[in-house]
């Protein structure tokens, strides 16, 4: 069965201070996973894709095939990066349960 | 990027009566749409997926003869929520899948449909 689960609901850091939303999932196959992003009144929309290796707005995430994980991370947050993430899991895109991001000044 | 369209945005309906909900991708052709729903504060639950030409296939729970699926062509795929209920109240969104194989989901910006 395919699962994507992302354990924190809310995760509230300061500005500046480094940023990991965790992810982990659960597929026999080979993953393809993404992270997505729903900023404040606006549509999901993709922010990084683990194959294409790329950093967004400051955001990494790496597969670690071992920790079946696919945390995404930024040193620095930003005001701006307060959201909602969702990591998905490509086989139908299974989407975990979102975390909340809240950046405080 | 590509652009998905929902329509519309915000609907009200009376109890019993049925909605259409459209989902189009403006600017590309897409074989497979996926259709949501979002409960507040919530994630994203699959509904089914829809594919152009063929029956839409629906997650488990999710009932088909309630949540009608027609993916008629290549850039339209509708939802139609059959005798509404105030418990069918939610926000629906769609997405397309990206046709060049990435797996890229675009997204529509959701229907907030209100059964009273």
């Known amino acids: 069965a395919q699962r994507v689960t992302q354990p924190e609901k809310l995760l509230s850091v300061f500005k500046g201070a480094p940023v990991e939303l965790k992810c982990n999932y659960s597929?026999?196959?080979?993953?393809?996973l993404f992270w997505y992003v729903q900023y404040s009144r606006q549509r999901l929309q993709l922010l990084l894709r683990?194959?294409s290796r790329e950093s967004i707005k400051g955001f990494t995430a790496d597969l670690n095939k071992g920790e079946t994980s696919f945390h995404l991370k930024k040193p620095f947050a930003q005001e701006e990066d307060s959201a909602m993430y969702y990591c998905?899991?490509?086989?139908?895109?299974?989407f975990g349960a979102g975390t909340i991001l809240r950046v405080k000044s | 990027g590509a652009v998905v369209s929902q329509h519309p945005s915000r609907v009200i309906c009376k109890s019993g009566t049925s909605v259409k909900i459209e989902c189009r991708s403006l600017?590309?052709?897409?074989?497979?749409m996926f259709w949501y729903r979002q409960f507040p504060k919530k994630s994203l639950m699959l509904m089914a997926t829809?594919?152009?030409?063929?029956?839409?296939?629906?997650e488990q729970g999710v009932e088909k003869d309630k949540f009608l699926i027609n993916h008629a062509s290549l850039t339209l795929s509708t939802l139609t929520v059959t005798s509404a209920h105030p418990e069918d109240s939610s926000f629906y969104i769609c997405?397309?899948?990206?046709?060049?194989?990435?797996?890229?989901?675009?997204f529509g910006e959701g229907s907030r449909l209100t059964v009273l």
């Open positions: 683990h194959i």
């Open positions: 600017d590309f052709q897409a074989t497979t």
């Open positions: 997405s397309a899948l990206a046709g060049d194989n990435t797996g890229e989901l675009f």
């Open positions: 597929y026999s196959g080979s993953p393809e």
């Open positions: 829809s594919n152009e030409g063929s029956k839409a296939t629906y």
């Open positions: 998905a899991l490509r086989y139908k895109l299974v």
